[in-house]
């Protein structure tokens, strides 16, 4: 049964307005609050620890400084944040008994979400591109993906951002929230905050359904178009070994892409399923905590450049250790 919180100011005699929200997260299995702390708070160091080794890996490797690696910073760094605008307030509230979040903290994260939500799309869709590039034009590769077409695709992908997380941020709360105030979800997502709001949510959910389509889809689309063209290209490749070699080049972006795109799709364009607000919740994670944590893996363990990098700089790190070792002793 939804908590109703007691920090509620009247503004009119018969109507209230919500102050905070209450989250109300995974508090229907209080037997796995303490668990589900472990869990997420392994996945998060994971994650946090894996995206910065791929940061510092594809920085310091000489041979690691070309466009799908600084995509892959990129994409490293949206982790970090995407994942940290959700997972402490997470933690927090599977410990807390008081599970609230201030108006003002629910617009700031749903902001962000929204914000890291689209960059993502732009950037998964830029490296589609990339790799389009790679494959199908190879010998002018170097000329169309050089330094500043990088910076220009990455940069339009971040500032592409501020228009979506403002204008549903702000059309989210633009409608009055008068009570019940308790969020069946673990962080403030548009779809259930709005099942709170008291009037009628028709234009939001049209401003919902716009933003989706220019900056959830259009991405998609253009990933899609991308892999059509690429697989056509392989598949037209004389030698088995060079078409290995060139889905190789790719396979780890269109695994990423899956995850995302797989699970995001099944929650935002199927909103009113038969799904329960539970396996929305679990729909939700693979998406918001379980893919950030994955994509440092997928690119580590299948990517052969990623996995020489680390080692030439775990075997430099020994080597410069022991040089000092044997020095010492000298001194």
């Given amino acids: ?21 209450i989250l109300m997260g995974f508090s229907s299995y209080p037997e796995l609050q303490v668990p589900l702390f472990v869990i997420f708070l392994l996945i998060y160091t994971i994650t946090l620890s894996g995206n910065v080794l791929i940061i510092l890996v594809t920085t310091v490797d000489p041979a690691l400084q070309n466009p799908m690696y600084f995509f892959l910073r990129n994409l490293s760094s949206l982790d970090i944040c995407f994942n940290s605008v959700i997972v402490p307030k997470m933690l927090a509230d599977l410990l807390l008994r008081k599970k609230t979040i201030s108006y003002i903290g629910c617009f700031t994260q749903l902001y962000f979400f929204f914000f890291f939500g689209t960059v993502e799309c732009c950037l998964l869709a830029a490296m589609a591109y990339d790799r389009y590039v790679a494959i199908c034009n190879p010998l002018r590769y170097p000329e169309i ?48 905050v709005l099942e709170l709001s008291c009037a009628d949510t028709y234009m939001v959910q049209i401003e919902a359904l716009t933003a989706t389509v220019i ?33 190789s080049t790719c396979s780890s ?21 038969k799904y329960s607000p539970d396996t929305k919740k679990f729909l939700s994670l693979s998406y918001t905590v379980i893919t950030p944590m994955l994509n440092p893996i997928i690119y580590s363990l299948r990517n052969k450049e990623v996995k020489g990098a680390m080692k030439r700089i775990l075997y430099q ?11 010492l002793p000298l001194s």
């Fill in 317 to 327: 790190r020994i080597f410069a250790q022991n040089k000092i070792k044997l020095v």
């Fill in 253 to 273: 972006h269109l695994l990423v892409v899956t995850l995302f795109y797989g699970t995001a799709t099944s929650t935002y364009f199927n909103p009113k399923s």
């Fill in 1 to 21: 049964m939804p908590i109703k919180s007691r920090k509620m100011s009247v503004i009119r005699s018969n109507q209230t307005t919500v102050t905070e929200f």
């Fill in 215 to 247: 900056f959830i889809v259009f991405p998609f689309l253009i990933i899609l178009f991308t892999y059509v063209r690429i697989i056509i290209t392989i598949l037209r490749m004389p030698s088995a070994e060079g078409r290995q070699k060139a889905f």
């Fill in 145 to 192: 993906m050089n330094r500043k077409a990088c910076f220009q695709l990455a940069a339009a992908s971040w500032l592409l951002g501020f228009p979506n997380s403002t204008v549903s941020a702000m059309f989210v709360f633009s409608v009055p929230y008068c009570g019940p105030n308790t969020v069946n979800h673990f962080f403030c997502d548009s779809p259930p």
